[in-house]
């Protein structure tokens, strides 16, 4: 069985600080892992994917994670954070189960910026 | 290019009622998702669809019922709402299972 373990439920940052949301991950298989990003009343948006090809996989706004199957972990960083990065961030895996891949979300980080 | 559509956006309902959410896209996406999104748990999925004519149970499916008579349409049926249905829901869909999904705006729905 699959699950997702975002370690942190709030994470708070200065602007131009750097970012690390930290998730971990179990499968029985060689899932793609994805993060998404939700905005205050909006829906939901994909920053960037793992499918295993490059194991550092860089997505949208200067975002980038890294796939590291030793630690069984897919971080997601940003060099220097900025005022409209606030926001809720999912990571999720999705593994083979049944024939089809299934995709489970972690409980989110909430990520705050301070100015 | 609208994406994915979700009607309605928001909806009061007397306990014990019937209501279908419905959930349309134009990606001509085989794989289509319905998600709840409860504060503190994520998303955790209701249903899914691989392709049209298909459908199978997700990690939360009790009180809900779907059908995907075509490549377009994942309508979610709630037969006799409870309280706890309460949540915001999620339509989504990806190119096929396994790959990115795409959202729609959610519906916010309040059961009393």
């Known amino acids: 069985a699959q699950s997702v373990t975002q370690l942190d439920s709030h994470v708070s940052v200065s602007e131009g600080t750097p970012v690390l949301l930290r998730c971990n991950y179990s499968?029985?298989?060689?899932?793609?892992l994805f993060w998404y990003v939700q905005h205050p009343n909006k829906g939901l948006q994909l920053l960037l994917k793992y499918t295993s090809a490059a194991t550092l996989v860089k997505g949208i706004n200067g975002f980038e994670a890294e796939f590291k199957k030793s630690e069984t972990s897919f971080h997601l960083t940003k060099p220097s954070a900025h005022m409209s990065d606030a926001a809720e961030y999912f990571c999720v895996v999705s593994d083979l189960s049944g024939g089809s891949y299934i995709p489970t979300f972690g409980r989110g980080t909430s990520l705050i910026v301070h100015p | 290019i609208a994406g994915i559509t979700q009607a309605p956006t928001s909806q009061i309902l007397a306990a014990g009622r019937r209501m279908t959410l419905r959930c349309t896209q134009d990606?001509?996406?085989?794989?289509m998702y319905w998600y709840r999104q409860d504060l503190g748990l994520g998303l955790r999925l209701i249903h899914y669809?691989?392709?049209?004519?298909?459908?199978g149970k997700g990690e939360v499916p009790d009180g809900y019922s779907v059908s995907r008579a075509n490549t377009d349409d994942f309508p979610l049926t709630l037969a006799s709402a409870v309280p706890s249905q309460t949540s915001v829901y999620f339509c989504?869909?990806?190119?096929?299972?396994?790959?990115?999904?795409?959202f729609g705006p959610g519906t916010r729905l309040l059961v009393l």
């Open positions: 990606m001509r996406h085989n794989a």
């Open positions: 989504a869909s990806s190119a096929s299972t396994g790959s990115a999904q795409y």
């Open positions: 669809s691989n392709t049209a004519g298909t459908t």
């Open positions: 499968s029985s298989y060689s899932p793609s």
